[in-house]
Every structure is written in structure tokens, then in C-alpha cells.
């Protein structure tokens, strides 16, 4: 299977494209820039989202939707955030379309022309904060703790499956405080619960730190990040957390009520990861076979397979350890094709990055054994299996999993720290430290 | 320069805290500043670039 990937060495941004593709994570649309997430990809995605949620929801934050078409006028009213955004807007002119009189197909209807154009969300600052003018009036209203689950679209130039599309779904929190304080802590709140995702979820660890000037968010008195590295030893930026100050409040006029009785401006935080996440998990952590999925985010995590094919007994036993692997959570598949070769399915298997795999031959059986194989080391052991003690082997998949689960984890901390910080050790060894 | 060249990765060095000059690298080495890391320690030090004072170390390197 291995063929139709491009190697690494041979050419890193061409393999990274090839996986994307090839196992059914995402693909090119009609639509330069654009990407049609596939079902397998999506799944990985949905994942990633419910832990981020819970972890959102877990800090007092709630979802709501605003919409995805912003009044242009809006934009102009915070002077950076235009500036940084404009460059990259796509913008709605027209609601009708009509058949061309020549025959030739459907034209924009020129009576059909707005009388102020639309933009369509490159983020939502503006549209939140002309209605949080209308939510907040006294600090009984405040922390206001929002976050919502959208799409967005920015012009881009160059872009790169999940890296960077002209079209990407992500979520955006907005929250509004009474006190600066209150809001630079938020905003370093959500910094730490992206690098704790980053690190448990995705086993990728990460720097933590504050952009310069030049590389803030358009409308940010800072903007903290966290940096990645990926295997060709560069960096991607994996999610950001913004202080915004009194910004959008004073250009929305949004104003509170304190306790005592003067009013202010509310302060403001915004935060954000998006699909490129899924292109960071595939960067660094897969090898030139394919994916390599950290179990968490795994939609399946073990793939059990009879060899050579699925024979009645074979079934039997598959369909035990598979009841006793999904008793304990655990996200389980059987193979029951029966046209392909265990060799392909198993190269199959890696390419998609399942992190357990199970093979189970009529020889293996007659020894009471299965053969349990990892994915990210590719170590394969035989463990016993007892018809009637299947809880046993359960146990032994279980364990490998959770092997499989630091390994990984340790993999990468290594890998990042060995090499790729050059010139200050004192700090290396505190990120070994949030790493494992 | 070479490391980013060869194995990449992050460099830890310092800079004169302007944009002028995280412009200048970028154009010469295309490796932007990724960041400032939190809990940065302070230090006395001089810019890899233009040579002025520099306060502390900063994280280049090249991105996506």
C-alpha cells in the first residue's frame, strides 16, 4: 500500500497530501481552496470536537450561533481588525440569480443588487459584539462565557488540505468581563485547556507563548499561541487565545453598569482552533505507510481480523473479545470481508492508522493465542487466548492499548526535544515536563 | 541559519524586540517568531541580527 503514499524523504508535503487523500481524510472540491471532509476524516474531527466541547463546557462556557453573513459596515468599525481581515473577505453583491437571455445558462440578476453587501465570516468579532451591545447593560450580565461551532471563509492564497482552506470549520468562543483581569485570565485559561488538548488528546506537544506585535490577531492587545512542530521540523501554530482589551466594546459601544453605579466598557476575550488541527495529527505523527491516530481519537480503535478470512468458529471468538473490548469503552471493529488478503487488509489498516489490530488464524486458535500488532511501533506479540476466559485477552489488548496510548505520546515529546530546540536547555527540560 | 536549513526546528536567540527586525529575518531566512514563551526568563543579551540590547530569548522558526 505503501507505494501510492510518496515517501518522506522523497518529498514531505507531497506525502502529507498523498495520507490526506489516500486514507480517506479529506479531498480537493470544486471549488479552488475549498475541501470536502470525508466521513473517515470527519469522524476523527467529530472526536476532537466532543472532548474540546466537554472541556469548553466543563469551564462554565456555553454554545450558541450567530450567523454567517456580516453587514460590511461592521467590519469598518474596528480599524485593525479590518485591515488585518479585508485582504481576505469574500463578499456577497447579489440574492438572485436569472437565465441568461442568449441562452447560455443562469447570470447574476442585476435588479438583484444588494443595497448593502454582506461579508461572509472570516471571524465573528464584530457580528457577536453588535449583539452583545444588546445582551449586556449591568455587571449582573457579565462574565458572559460563549462559544460557537462554525464555518468560516478567508480568501487565502496558498492553500493546503486542512492547513489552510479558503473554507474551514472551527469554533470561535467570545467571552465579555467586567475587569481586565478577569479577562486576561480567561484568555490564559483557554491557552491551557488548547495545550492540555493538544498534549492528552492529540499527544502533540506544544510551546505556549504570546505573539509579537506583527503576528497578533487584527484587533488584539495579545495574542497567546500554541507552536507545534511538525516531523519536516516546522513549526504550525495550533490554536490561539486573544486578549482584546476594551476594542470591540468601544466600537461596538457595548457598555455595563458596574456595582457601583459608574458604567464601563466590557473587556473582551476571543479563542480559537479550527480543522488544521487535523492536519497537525497527521503531521506529526503518521509515517510513510500512513496514519498513525493517538487511540483517544481513534474511531476505531481496535480492528480485529480472522485470518484468512471469517470463518463460523473464528467469528465466534471475534465476536467475544469484541463484546468484552466495547463492555470497557473501547471503540471496536470486526473485519468481515471476506474478498481481500490479510496482507492487504492489514496494509489497509496501517495506512488508516488503527492503533490495535488483532489477527486471528485457525492456528493461533488451535494454540489458544491471538496475535495483537500496534500501529505506531509495529511490534507484534502473541497473547493467550482461553475460549472460555475471554475477559484475559481482552485484558492484554487493553494493556497494549494503553501502551500504545504513552508510547506514542513519549514518542513525540522525544523526538521534538531531542533536536529541535536550539540554544536554551533550561527551558527544554520544563516542556519535557508538560509533555509527559 | 543553517539549522533551519537542515533538521529545522525551533531557534531559541534573541531579538531586539522590533518589527523592523523580525521582518529583516523573515526575509532572509523565511523563519518568522513563533512566539515568546510564557514564563520566558529574562536575559541579558544582544540581537542575532541587528546587535542592539535584547532582554530575552524568543522561539523562531519556519512555519505553515
Known amino acids: ?436 | 541559519m543553517e539549522i533551519l536549513d537542515g533538521k529545522g526546528g525551533f531557534v531559541s536567540a534573541h531579538w531586539d524586540g522590533t518589527t523592523e527586525t523580525e521582518l529583516a529575518i523573515k526575509d532572509e531566512t523565511k523563519a518568522t517568531i513563533r512566539c515568546i514563551p510564557i514564563d520566558n526568563p529574562q536575559e541579558v543579551g544582544v540581537c542575532i541580527k541587528s546587535g542592539k540590547p535584547s532582554t530575552q530569548r524568543v522561539l523562531f522558526a519556519r512555519a505553515y
Not at chain 1, 498534549?199 to 488584539?220: I, S
Not at chain 1, 492508522?353 to 506479540?381: C, F, H, Q, W, Y
Request: charge should be neutral; aromatic fraction near 8%.
Open chain 1, 1 to 436: 500500500m505503501s507505494k501510492e503514499i510518496t515517501s518522506r524523504a522523497d518529498d514531505y508535503a507531497q506525502w502529507y497530501i498523498d495520507l490526506v487523500r489516500k486514507a480517506g481524510l479529506a479531498d480537493y472540491a470544486a471549488v479552488k481552496g475549498c475541501m470536502v471532509i470525508k466521513p473517515y476524516g470527519f469522524a476523527i474531527w467529530e472526536h476532537m470536537r466532543d472532548q474540546l466541547d466537554r472541556m469548553f463546557k466543563d469551564t462554565g462556557h456555553v454554545n450558541a450561533y450567530f450567523p454567517l453573513l456580516i453587514p460590511k459596515s461592521f467590519l469598518s468599525k474596528e480599524a485593525q481588525h479590518v485591515e488585518g481581515f479585508a485582504k481576505e473577505c469574500a463578499v456577497v453583491t447579489h440574492y438572485r440569480l436569472k437565465n441568461a437571455e442568449d441562452g447560455s445558462g443562469v447570470v447574476v440578476d442585476p435588479d438583484a443588487k444588494l443595497e448593502e453587501e454582506l461579508i461572509i465570516r472570516p471571524t465573528s468579532e464584530t457580528i457577536i459584539w453588535n449583539t452583545y451591545r444588546d445582551w449586556i447593560q449591568s455587571h449582573r450580565d457579565l462574565p458572559l462565557l460563549i462559544n460557537q461551532w462554525a464555518n468560516v471563509v478567508r480568501w487565502e492564497m496558498r492553500t493546503r488540505l486542512f492547513l489552510r482552506t479558503t473554507e474551514f470549520l472551527w469554533q470561535e468562543g467570545h467571552t465579555a468581563h467586567a475587569t481586565r483581569e478577569e479577562a486576561v485570565a480567561e484568555t490564559l485559561t483557554m491557552l491551557d485547556i488548547y495545550a492540555r488538548f493538544a498534549e492528552e488528546w492529540m499527544a502533540l506537544p506544544v510551546v505556549r507563548g504570546l505573539k509579537t506585535v506583527n503576528e497578533r490577531f487584527a484587533g488584539a492587545e495579545d495574542t497567546y499561541t500554541i507552536e507545534a512542530l511538525m516531523q519536516d521540523g516546522k513549526a504550525l501554530q495550533s490554536g490561539t487565545s486573544h486578549f482584546l482589551g476594551q476594542n470591540f466594546a468601544k466600537a461596538f459601544d457595548v457598555k455595563f453598569a458596574t456595582k457601583e453605579n459608574t458604567v464601563e466598557f466590557v473587556w473582551a476575550t476571543s479563542w480559537g482552533v479550527s480543522t488544521r488541527l487535523m492536519g497537525a495529527l497527521v503531521m506529526a505523527h503518521s509515517d510513510d505507510e500512513g496514519l498513525i491516530i493517538p487511540p483517544k481519537l481513534a474511531p476505531t480503535q481496535v480492528v480485529i481480523v480472522p485470518i484468512p478470512k471469517p470463518l463460523p468458529e473464528l467469528t465466534e471468538v471475534a465476536n467475544t473479545i469484541a463484546a468484552d473490548l466495547k463492555a470497557r469503552g473501547i471503540r471496536v471493529k470486526i473485519d468481515n470481508d471476506d474478498q481481500n488478503r490479510p496482507g492487504f487488509k492489514f496494509a489497509e489498516y496501517e495506512k488508516l492508522g488503527m492503533p490495535v489490530r488483532i489477527g486471528l488464524g485457525a492456528r493461533d486458535l488451535a494454540n489458544g493465542t491471538v496475535e495483537v500488532a500496534r500501529r505506531d511501533t509495529k511490534e507484534k506479540s502473541s497473547r493467550v487466548f482461553h475460549s472460555t476466559d475471554s475477559v484475559r485477552t481482552s485484558s492484554n489488548c487493553l494493556s497494549t492499548f494503553r501502551q500504545t496510548c504513552s508510547n506514542v505520546r513519549v514518542r513525540t515529546a522525544t523526538s521534538i526535544l531531542h533536536l529541535r530546540i536550539h540554544g536554551q536547555s533550561s527551558w527544554r527540560s520544563s516542556t519535557a515536563r508538560a509533555a509527559l
